[in-house]
């Protein structure tokens, strides 16, 4: 074979691989553009980037907002969501570390955690402004109450499955007593301090923390010591 004939063989060669990546490359193309549109069809995932929200009702006032806000000084700022009433005020503000609720009803703010079932397990609260804690059985009756006297003292008390009470703890004036109640037509027992009156004189005095009184079930002083 000659020169030329060699040089016709190798361009003819040529072509043909030329051809062949033409078909290859229109075919690349081609998927290219396939799913290129195939994405355009598609709707992309959309995310909305802001530093704060807010909510506002038809006549334009702010009812809600997320926001982010920074605790003590120096610190990291946090997500806080805020509810808002009509007035304006803060009705409940949560983040990762707090919830509060405003007292804006007649007895206060109220969180009621329920169990699977949908009872109400724990009650925490204001009711005039004084702060309570309630612990509900499976049945839901109150069987712990932790909160305040009407004089501002601190009162535990303990109830049956009746709800009644049996055990009662207080801190009154600054004196320590306990409180044991049986059922009715029962007498009672307190364990501590306590304003005590004297059935023959009618002397007041104030036990100390050592002593023991015996109530009947009517009420009337059975025995104390010391």
Same mark, same amino acid.
């Given at each position: 074979m000659?020169?030329?004939?060699?040089?016709i063989a @190798?361009l003819e060669?040529?072509?043909?691989?030329?051809?062949r990546?033409?078909?290859a &490359?229109l075919?690349?193309?081609? $998927?290219? +553009?396939c799913v290129?549109v195939?994405?355009?069809? @598609?709707p992309?995932?959309r995310a909305?980037?802001?530093?704060s929200f807010?909510?506002?009702? $038809?006549?334009g006032?702010?009812r809600?907002?997320?926001?982010l806000?920074? +605790?003590a000084?120096? /610190?990291?700022p946090?997500p806080?969501?805020?509810?808002v009433d009509?007035?304006? +005020?803060d009705?409940?503000?949560m983040s990762? *570390?707090?919830?509060e609720?405003?007292?804006?009803?007649?007895l +206060?703010?109220?969180?009621?955690l329920?169990?699977?079932k949908g *009872?109400?397990?724990?009650?925490l609260?204001?009711e005039?402004?004084e702060?309570f804690v309630?612990l509900?059985?499976?049945?839901?009756?109150? @069987?712990e109450?932790? &909160?305040? /006297?009407?004089?501002?003292?601190?009162?535990f008390?303990?109830?049956?499955d009746?709800r009644?009470? @049996?055990v009662?703890?207080e801190?009154?004036?600054?004196?320590p007593?306990v409180r044991v109640?049986?059922?009715?037509g029962f007498?009672?027992?307190?364990?501590?301090s306590?304003?005590?009156?004297? *059935? /023959?004189t &009618?002397?007041?005095?104030? *036990?100390s923390?050592?002593s023991?009184?015996?109530?009947?079930?009517?009420?009337?002083?059975?025995?104390?010591?010391p």
């Amino acid at each position: 074979m000659d020169d030329l004939s060699v040089v016709i063989a @190798r361009l003819e060669k040529i072509e043909k691989e030329n051809r062949r990546m033409k078909r290859a &490359g229109l075919l690349c193309l081609l $998927a290219a +553009g396939c799913v290129l549109v195939m994405g355009q069809a @598609r709707p992309a995932a959309r995310a909305v980037e802001a530093q704060s929200f807010v909510l506002q009702d $038809a006549s334009g006032a702010k009812r809600a907002e997320l926001v982010l806000e920074a +605790g003590a000084p120096g /610190s990291q700022p946090s997500p806080v969501l805020r509810f808002v009433d009509a007035k304006g +005020g803060d009705t409940l503000s949560m983040s990762s *570390t707090r919830l509060e609720l405003a007292g804006k009803s007649d007895l +206060g703010p109220d969180i009621l955690l329920d169990d699977d079932k949908g *009872t109400a397990r724990v009650d925490l609260g204001l009711e005039h402004s004084e702060p309570f804690v309630i612990l509900n059985d499976d049945k839901g009756v109150v @069987r712990e109450d932790l &909160g305040f /006297s009407e004089h501002g003292d601190p009162i535990f008390v303990m109830n049956d499955d009746k709800r009644a009470p @049996r055990v009662g703890l207080e801190v009154a004036g600054g004196h320590p007593s306990v409180r044991v109640m049986d059922g009715a037509g029962f007498p009672s027992a307190v364990l501590g301090s306590m304003s005590l009156v004297t *059935t /023959s004189t &009618g002397a007041q005095r104030l *036990t100390s923390a050592a002593s023991l009184v015996l109530f009947s079930a009517d009420g009337d002083l059975l025995w104390s010591a010391p």
